[in-house]
């Protein structure tokens, strides 16, 4: 079974200066897709970014982008120029194959503080 | 694009009682949907996947005849917890994979419904 590991429990940045998320995960498979999702205190799931194994190149959606090292397994996520409304809590997410069934399995989460 | 509903948003029931919440995704067609349950504080735990026209798989460790789920159109899946308990009492999250799409297309989120049973 997949595992994916976040080691930070908790992160404070101040505005608009920059954050790191760890994320390492465990598979046997070649094929697969990692996800960020970022979940505020609405509770509302919200696809942060998405990075499909096979793809060397690291995966960027404006302000995050993702450190891919697929022979470490492991997926960082940058958030440059933090923003108030990036206060959240940030899961990572891998997928493994259809024959898997699709499947997410979620990291324990971050959660993110960004101080004015 | 790639919107999902879920009703109710918010529901207290009595022990005993039977709750019915709905998944829909608005936009698009899913013919596979899963449903998680959410603690606080926690990580979110994958319950079971909803097929479109077929049975569910459930997780293991997760009781079946206590969380029914339907999933009669490809717009629509129903979670039905019976005879709640307040150990049901929970965060409970769908989310929808678009059909048709290549393997590992993204799962669109619910915004979730907030179970308590006194």
């Known amino acids: 079974a997949q595992t994916v590991t976040q080691s930070q429990p908790e992160m404070s940045v101040q505005e608009a200066e920059t954050v790191t998320l760890s994320c390492t995960y465990d598979?046997?498979?070649?094929?697969?897709?990692l996800f960020w999702y970022k979940q505020p205190p609405s509770r509302q799931m919200i696809l942060v970014i998405r990075?499909?194994?096979?793809?060397?190149q690291n995966a960027t959606e404006n302000r995050f982008s993702v450190n891919f090292q697929k022979a470490a397994k492991s997926f960082s996520l940058k958030i440059s120029d933090s923003q108030l409304g990036d206060t959240a809590m940030y899961f990572c997410?891998?997928?493994?194959?259809?024959?898997?069934?699709?499947?997410?399995?979620f990291g324990g989460g971050t959660r993110v503080l960004v101080k004015p | 694009g790639a919107v999902v509903s879920q009703h109710p948003s918010w529901v207290i029931c009595k022990s005993g009682t039977s709750v019915k919440i709905e998944c829909r995704s608005l936009?698009?067609?899913?013919?596979?949907m899963f449903w998680y349950r959410q603690f606080p504080k926690q990580s979110l735990m994958l319950m079971a996947t909803?097929?479109?026209?077929?049975?569910?798989?459930?997780e293991q460790g997760v009781e079946k005849d206590k969380f029914l789920i339907n999933h009669a159109s490809l717009t629509l899946s129903t979670l039905t917890v019976t005879s709640a308990h307040p150990e049901d009492s929970s965060f409970y999250i769908c989310?929808?994979?678009?059909?048709?799409?290549?393997?590992?297309?993204?799962?669109?989120f619910g915004p979730g419904t907030r179970l308590l049973v006194l």
């Open positions: 989310s929808a994979r678009l059909a048709g799409r290549l393997v590992g297309e993204t799962q669109y």
């Open positions: 598979t046997s498979e070649n094929n697969y897709y």
């Open positions: 990075q499909e194994a096979y793809k060397q």
């Open positions: 997410a891998f997928m493994g194959s259809r024959a898997a069934g699709n499947k997410l399995t």
């Open positions: 936009d698009f067609q899913a013919t596979t």
């Open positions: 909803s097929n479109e026209g077929s049975k569910a798989t459930y």
